[in-house]
């Protein structure tokens, strides 16, 4: 047998579900920025499509890459490279270089000519084996319902293995380490950073609101009772405190 196809037979790819992961504590987070006018791309003024599309096939110009860097998934077997690079990327898997390498896939596209939207899940490769947290991700341009428009990314995520969710919970416990959450929290907001001065240094206007972002993380166990309809919603409420 090939070896790379017998590489695939031994370390499958599989989608990381929520359920399935380690830590007792769930991460649920959203980072808007608010655009009142959209920037010029290529000499004319780009539709929220256009916008979206140029950051997608760019990525790395709009976040910190100390943190983190995506490229197009390529092994022995697999290149998703020209996918990523198409019209509709559903189901292109990309490359997270990063303190502990992952990879995700792209679960779900669409776009109009007033709305975007990508969602992502944490998938195992071969290449990089378990992604550190397993859950989903989106990321979207949409009206604010006063003529402007709104540029998200938002998660609901939980560490996977023993190992990460351990030096997660030091990380949160210790104010000299980094905890994997936090990594992502600076991560999504060098993207907010850097999406507002893209669209200011293009002509256009943007910037973040007041309340920058909505970072909630309950224990897992309260979560789970209300998805298993064991718990109403305010009852969750009362226990993560909102």
């Known amino acids: 047998m090939d070896p790379a ?4 037979v031994n370390n499958p790819c599989y989608l990381q579900d929520i359920n399935d992961a380690s ?24 539709t929220p499509q256009q916008l979206f599309e ?4 760019n990525w790395n110009q709009f976040i910190d890459n100390s943190v983190a860097t995506f490229t197009p998934y390529q092994d022995p077997v697999i290149n998703d490279g020209p996918l990523w690079q198409s019209s509709d990327p559903t189901t292109a898997m990309l490359h997270l270089n990063m303190a502990f390498n992952g990879s995700i896939i792209v679960s779900q596209y ?6 975007v939207q990508m969602a992502v899940k944490t998938v195992r490769t071969p290449l990089d084996g378990e992604h550190p947290v397993s859950g989903t991700r989106m990321w979207g341009i949409s009206p604010d319902g006063t003529g402007g428009y709104n540029f998200y990314t938002s998660g609901a ?4 293995g ?13 104010p000299l380490i980094e905890s ?26 943007a910037e973040k609101y007041s309340q920058p972002n909505f970072i ?13 309809k064991q718990i109403p919603l305010d009852e969750l409420k009362r226990r993560i405190g909102c």
Do not use: C
Not at 110 to 115: D, I, L, R
Not at 180 to 205: C, H, P
Not at 216 to 228: A, E, G, H, I, N
């Open 5 to 8: 196809l017998w590489q695939y």
């Open 23 to 46: 830590s007792a504590v769930v991460n649920f987070d959203y980072f808007p920025v608010h655009i009142y006018t959209l920037p010029s791309i290529n000499g004319a003024q780009a």
């Open 54 to 57: 140029y950051f997608r096939l």
């Open 110 to 115: 669409s776009a109009t000519s007033g709305k």
């Open 157 to 160: 995520d939980r560490v996977t």
């Open 162 to 174: 023993i190992i990460e969710t351990v030096l997660n919970t030091w990380g949160d416990r210790l």
């Open 180 to 205: 994997g959450f936090e990594k992502a929290d600076r991560l999504w907001t060098s993207l907010q950073d850097k999406m507002v001065a893209f669209i200011i240094n293009n002509g256009g206007y």
């Open 216 to 228: 909630l993380r309950p224990q897992w166990d309260d979560v789970d009772l209300y998805l298993k």
